[in-house]
C-alpha cells in the first residue's frame, strides 16, 4: 500500500501538529514540577529538621527550659510544614505536572505511529486519519489544563530551530522531510495575509 503525495501531506501535518502538542507538553510539565519542588522540598527540609529538634528535645542533656524551648521550635516548624504542604496541595502543581507528563507520553506513542505509517504505509489511509485524529481529542479531553501561554509563545519562538533539527536528524522520506518546516512558514504567511487584510 503505497500513499499519494497529498495523503503524504496530511500525514505531515499530523506529524507536525504531534511533535508542537509533545513539546509543550513537555514544557508545561517542566514548569510546573519546577513550581512543586519550591514547596515540595523545603516541606521536606523543614520536616526533617522538626525531627531532629523533637529527637533532642527528649535527650537529658538539656535543661527543662531549653527542652520547653526545642518543644514550642518542633510546634512552630511543623506548623510551617503543615502550611506549605496545604499551600502546594491547592495550587495542584503535581496534578498539573503528572497530567502534561502524561499527555506528552501519549503524543510520542501517537508520533511513533506516524512515523511507521511514513515509512511503512501498511493500513487505509483513511481509516488511520480518523483514528489518529480520534486518540488526538480524546488526550486533549483528558487533560483538563491549559498549558502556560509562555509554553505557547516559546514554541513559536523556537519551532523554526527545532523542525530544522528534526530534518537533519530524522529518517523519514524526503517528501515528508522537506516539508516539515515549508509548510509551517506558509501557515504563518497565510495567517500574517489575513491580519493584514482585516486590518485594512
Not at 501531506?9 to 511533535?19: D, E, T
Not at 520547653?68 to 503535581?94: E, N, P, R
Amino acid at each position: 500500500m503505497v500513499h499519494s503525495d497529498q495523503q503524504f501531506g496530511i500525514l505531515n501535518k499530523f506529524y507536525q501538529r504531534l511533535q508542537k502538542e509533545r513539546f509543550v507538553n513537555n514544557q508545561s510539565s517542566s514548569y510546573y514540577s519546577n513550581l512543586s519542588n519550591r514547596f515540595v522540598i523545603p516541606g521536606i527540609v523543614i520536616t526533617g529538621l522538626s525531627s531532629i529538634v523533637s529527637f533532642l528535645s527528649t535527650s537529658d542533656m538539656l535543661e527543662d527550659d531549653e527542652k520547653k524551648g526545642f518543644g514550642i521550635t518542633v510546634g512552630v516548624l511543623t506548623s510551617i510544614a503543615a502550611i506549605i504542604q496545604s499551600m502546594s496541595a491547592s495550587f495542584g502543581f503535581q496534578l498539573k505536572k503528572d497530567a502534561f507528563a502524561t499527555c506528552a507520553d501519549a503524543y510520542d506513542s501517537l508520533i511513533t505511529r506516524v512515523e511507521f505509517e511514513i515509512c511503512n504505509p501498511n493500513e487505509d489511509f483513511e481509516t488511520f486519519s480518523n483514528t489518529l485524529e480520534d486518540d488526538i481529542l480524546k488526550i486533549k479531553s483528558n487533560c483538563k489544563y491549559l498549558p502556560p501561554l509562555h509554553v505557547n509563545e516559546l514554541w513559536n519562538e523556537k519551532k523554526d530551530m527545532f523542525m530544522n533539527k528534526l530534518r537533519s536528524e530524522t529518517h523519514l522520506p524526503k517528501i515528508v522531510v522537506d516539508n516539515l518546516t515549508a509548510e509551517e512558514s506558509s501557515t504563518d504567511e497565510n495567517s500574517e495575509q489575513k491580519i493584514q487584510i482585516s486590518d485594512h
